[in-house]
């Protein structure tokens, strides 16, 4: 009797370690798979951000090449986006707003709206565009904020890489 009893008490025992075992398990796992969630979110966020840059230093570099349109302007520092680009950049905002830095977009696109430029509409129409006075200053700082959150979201999956889960 005292052996059958002793024997149930060690199956009684081996059982709650084994489901003492099962649940540490998945507890490890459900944290792995949550590291991996945030690190692929962060992945997107800093892809979306690199996307974004580009666009915007690609604006800033049809100045150069649309150099002869420019001499209408008054300063060097206005800024000329095409209808095509602006556009892109709404929609862009506008689809990935769960990726960007909401604040940010939303002031660039107060900010710059602020600076257009009002000509008429055959001079939309020859630029194929908008100017914005004073732009470029506003357009190089956006982008130089979209850098630095970049590198900020590459320090924070670093970090994220180097800790193990536990």
Not at 55 to 62: F, P
Not at 73 to 88: L, S
Not at 116 to 144: A, C, M, N
Request: proline letters at 2%; a neutral charge.
């Amino acid at each position: 009797m005292i052996t059958g009893g002793a024997g149930l008490a060690g199956v009684v025992v081996g059982a709650l370690l084994v489901l003492a075992a099962i649940k540490s398990q998945r507890k490890w796992q459900e944290r792995q798979e949550n590291k991996k969630e945030e690190m692929k979110r962060v992945t997107e966020e800093i892809d979306v951000l690199l996307l974004l840059n580009k666009k915007i230093n690609e604006i800033l570099m049809k100045r150069n090449l649309l150099l002869p349109k420019y001499v209408s302007f008054d300063a060097f520092d206005d800024c000329f986006i095409t209808i095509d680009d602006y556009v892109y950049l709404q929609s862009f905002a506008a689809q990935n707003h769960f990726l960007l830095p909401n604040y940010l977009v939303e002031e660039f696109f107060k900010n710059i709206a602020v600076r257009q430029v009002v000509l008429s509409p055959e001079e939309t129409t020859d630029i194929g565009g908008y100017t914005y006075k004073g732009g470029r200053l506003l357009v190089e700082q956006f982008s130089d904020n979209l850098i630095s959150i970049i590198e900020d979201r590459k320090i924070q999956l670093k970090k994220m890489k180097n800790n193990d889960v536990k």
